[in-house]
């Protein structure tokens, strides 16, 4: 790949940590794409879903892939962008047993759908044997996002932004979860940035919170 063009603000040989992505839906699944344009070759990918139809209006996923794992799906989409990727696909769902089993280590996009599974991983991210280097937690609103980025030291201030539960998820009117494209590429391409200042040698905010409603509003924590 020619990579002329962002050289400047990212060289992908800075980057020495391994990458992984738990959840490859909206959020993830864009995380990956926009890390293999800037030139990332190798990533661990984990996802137990398969395509649906209705993925296709909020996910990078074209419909030629339904019914197919997302991890393929996705190993086929970065492979028509750079050839020369290596992707480390998982068909199974990530729970806490996993975690300890594989050690992961480097740096880690969570992008799972479930609050509770998310509060579940990251506390063995924090508390057990894993050691990241930095963890990018991302979560969705219909027209907001927040992206937390964050050591294991930082555990403590993700928990204290972290109470609320699934039952508190933003639904449509058929009872589904709400996820427009638009807002889960704005959260991915914020997180691809922090990641960025991370491999830059740069601190990211831990915290950066943004809405799309009457005014567009972003809060960042250092």
């Not at 990332?40 to 019914?67: M, P, S, W």
């Not at 993700?158 to 998820?169: F, H, P, R």
């Not at 058929?174 to 940035?193: F, H, K, L, M, R």
Request: with cysteine; charged share 25%.
């Amino acid at each position: 790949m020619n990579l002329s063009r962002h050289l400047e603000v990212f060289n992908p040989t800075d980057c020495v940590s391994s990458i992984h992505i738990i959840g490859l839906g909206a959020t993830g699944a864009n995380i990956g794409v926009q890390l293999v344009k800037l030139g990332i070759e190798e990533l661990h990918v984990y996802d137990f879903d398969d395509v649906e139809e209705h993925n296709i209006a909020n996910q990078v996923y074209n419909r030629y892939h339904v019914g197919t794992y997302k991890t393929v799906s996705f190993i086929d989409i970065v492979g028509r962008i750079n050839p020369n990727c290596k992707i480390k696909s998982f068909n199974e769902r990530v729970t806490k047993k996993i975690i300890r089993e594989k050690i992961l280590s480097g740096i880690i996009f969570l992008c799972v759908d479930s609050m509770g599974t998310r509060k579940e991983l990251m506390e063995e991210f924090c508390m057990g044997l894993s050691i990241p280097s930095l963890i990018i937690d991302t979560r969705m609103g219909k027209d907001k996002g927040s992206i937390f980025s964050i050591s294991q030291s930082d555990y403590q201030f993700w928990k204290e932004n972290s109470q609320y539960g699934d039952a508190d998820s933003e639904v449509s009117a058929c009872g589904t979860s709400i996820s427009v494209y638009p807002t889960a590429n704005t959260i991915a391409s914020i997180a691809v940035w922090q990641f960025i200042k991370k491999v830059n040698g740069k601190t990211p905010e831990k915290k950066v919170l943004f809405a799309f409603q009457d005014n567009v509003d972003i809060i960042t924590t250092k």
